[in-house]
């Protein structure tokens, strides 16, 4: 059954806006959708009449895209004092949440902190688009749509199986949603109850926010207490070329040793992946753990990796200052 505020929100809309009831994929979708998944076609058709195609998002997405910046550029949009300082604000204003959190899952508060105060600023900037005509516009209209049109699919098994309203939630123009910004398909396999109020709430309940990126972590196979990077120099510059080639772990410390990298003497032989940073002063290089992989899972950056990593590290001496 439909809530009054889905009609009255359905009655609200502009008769003008253009939606998706007459393109070509709007048939054929529903009828996978009720085949596939035995979605209520009534309750298909009702919501995805609403999806308004949106312009502006097909014009975000396909801008041709900026030179990646160097790590010194990136690493100044993430390390301001003021995003610090929030970070230790939000771990003492949720304190009790993660002193259960990160023994539950193992994974360190400072880290958590970092994602949500990177991705969405602590909850101040969670996106201002509605999932359903970001998913429906990027599903039905953006030339690359293969990854949208599952999540277009995934977005409405979880209203369905989480008793929420499509046209309300709000998130990214990439259908991103919630203080940690996850797509329906993260939302339903790592989403957490955490206070258990029988709802999965992401963008409301900062608890259970905390609880589904700690959760996201722990199912990559987080390693509690273990380091995540260190600092390395080259004793040749043919090891160089093995920098930045993948995210993916690659040797132990014996191969890298091999390579001509000086490995670190304070943490025992592991795996690693190499990488090569910009800095205002020339190269840095960095050997990197699996828990470093484990974060490249959240984004698949390099750069977002330790511009995540740096910041827990200031958040958590800040907090441990407070």
């Given at each position: 059954m439909l809530s009054a505020s889905f009609i009255l929100l359905f009655s609200s809309f502009s008769a003008d806006a253009e939606r998706y009831t007459e393109h070509p994929k709007y048939e054929p979708f529903i009828q996978e959708m009720v085949s596939e998944h035995?979605?209520?076609?009534?309750?298909?058709?009702?919501?995805?009449?609403?999806?308004?195609?949106?312009?502006?998002?097909?014009?975000?997405?396909?801008?041709?895209?900026?030179?990646?910046?160097?790590?010194?550029?990136?690493?100044?949009?993430?390390?301001?004092?003021?995003?610090?300082?929030?970070?230790?604000?939000f771990l003492q204003d949720h304190k009790e949440t993660f002193d259960k959190v990160e023994v539950q899952y193992g994974v360190p508060r400072e880290l958590i902190a970092a994602i949500i105060g990177v991705e969405t600023y602590y909850g101040r900037i969670t996106g201002s688009y509605r999932v359903i005509d970001a998913l429906s516009t990027l599903a039905f209209d953006y030339p690359k749509r293969s990854l949208f049109y599952r999540e277009l699919k995934n977005f409405l098994l979880m209203v369905r199986e989480n008793d929420l309203e499509a046209t309300e939630l709000m998130g990214s123009y990439a259908g991103a949603m919630g203080l940690g910004q996850?797509?329906?398909?993260?939302?339903?396999?790592?989403?957490?109850?955490?206070?258990?109020?029988?709802?999965?709430?992401?963008?409301?309940?900062?608890?259970?926010?905390?609880?589904?990126?700690?959760?996201?972590?722990?199912?990559?196979h987080w390693q509690t207490g273990e380091p995540i990077a260190s600092e390395v120099t080259l004793n040749n510059s043919e090891a160089d070329k093995y920098a930045n080639e993948t995210l993916s772990l690659g040797g132990d410390f014996d191969v890298w040793k091999q390579r001509g990298v000086n490995v670190p003497k304070d943490v025992s032989s592991r795996e690693a992946a190499l990488f090569r940073y910009e800095t205002e002063n020339g190269q840095q290089y960095w050997l990197a753990y699996k828990n470093f992989y484990v974060i490249t899972r959240y984004n698949r950056s390099r750069l977002y990796a330790r511009a995540v990593y740096e910041l827990s590290q200031e958040i958590k001496n800040a907090y441990g200052k407070s």
């Open positions: 035995d979605y209520n076609e009534q309750d298909l058709r009702a919501i995805l009449s609403q999806a308004e195609k949106k312009q502006g998002i097909l014009d975000a997405i396909s801008r041709p895209a900026e030179r990646t910046k160097a790590w010194y550029e990136y690493r100044e949009i993430f390390l301001k004092p003021n995003r610090i300082n929030l970070g230790v604000k996850f797509i329906p398909s993260s939302y339903i396999s790592y989403a957490r109850d955490y206070d258990g109020d029988g709802k999965k709430d992401i963008w409301n309940n900062v608890d259970d926010a905390i609880a589904s990126v700690a959760y996201y972590f722990k199912r990559y």
